[in-house]
């Protein structure tokens, strides 16, 4: 991914915020000569976040996720492939008309993060368990209410033959935060004030998102 110096992070948080916020990403990966792109849900191993470098913080950290076994896409996964994780963040076409200011030009304002590393497919039911685990412990804590999934893990065992996990440990991350740092102040304010006045709710997370990194 082409990153221009004033969209990369200022601090390897955003991009950690930025993959734990919209877990879900694209896996890309290729097969007989042609890619493969599956959407699925991916969580960080944080036991390997100390670990982190770079300007993302996210370069030698793991990332673990899982697929349905039917997708053609898992038969084309092997141990020691690379493959590409693609997080996508919040975005927004941005008119020039809230600019007040011309000439002028639209743009289209987005946050990403691209991890790329090498996969290890995981082919045991417990490592696969403990990933699902680990999945579901993130998103009830981020996302859910905390719910219990003890109750459940022999209904997770059933389901386990059609799971496959894999994890994949990053060596190059990149994240783009493109959130109108080429403009003044008092433009970039104008346009956070038009995205939170929009209605829009993926319109005002960007422009919380833009309060936040900018």
């Known amino acids: 991914m082409y990153v221009p110096k004033g969209y990369r992070p200022q601090d390897p ?20 000569g042609s890619p493969y792109a599956t959407h699925l849900p991916v969580i960080l191993d944080t036991s390997t976040l100390d670990a982190g470098t770079g300007e993302t913080g996210l370069e ?3 990332f ?5 076994r039917q997708n053609p896409h898992w038969n084309h996964l092997a141990s020691g492939q690379r493959a590409l994780l693609i997080f ?17 030009a639209p743009t289209w304002n987005f946050v990403s993060v691209h991890a790329q590393g090498s996969l290890e ?10 990933i699902i685990k680990a999945t579901v412990a993130a998103y009830e ?13 022999d209904y997770f065992d059933e389901l386990l033959p059609g799971v496959g996990a894999f994890r994949l440990k990053a060596d190059c991350v990149q994240g783009m935060f493109k ?24 319109k005002q997370t960007l422009a919380a998102t833009m309060r936040d990194y900018t």
């Open 13 to 32: 948080a955003w991009a950690i915020d930025a993959v734990r916020s919209n877990p879900l990403a694209v896996l890309v990966s290729s097969g007989d």
């Open 60 to 62: 030698g950290v793991t």
């Open 64 to 68: 673990l996720g899982h697929l349905n």
């Open 88 to 104: 996508q963040g919040p975005h927004s076409y941005i008119t020039p008309s809230v600019y007040e200011v011309s000439p002028a």
């Open 121 to 130: 497919v995981i082919d045991d039911p417990a490592g696969t368990l403990d």
């Open 141 to 153: 804590s981020d996302f859910g209410s905390d719910w219990d999934m003890t109750h459940s893990l």
């Open 179 to 202: 959130l109108s740092q080429e403009k003044t102040p008092e433009v970039r304010s104008r346009v956070v004030h038009a995205l939170d006045a929009s209605g829009s709710t993926a």
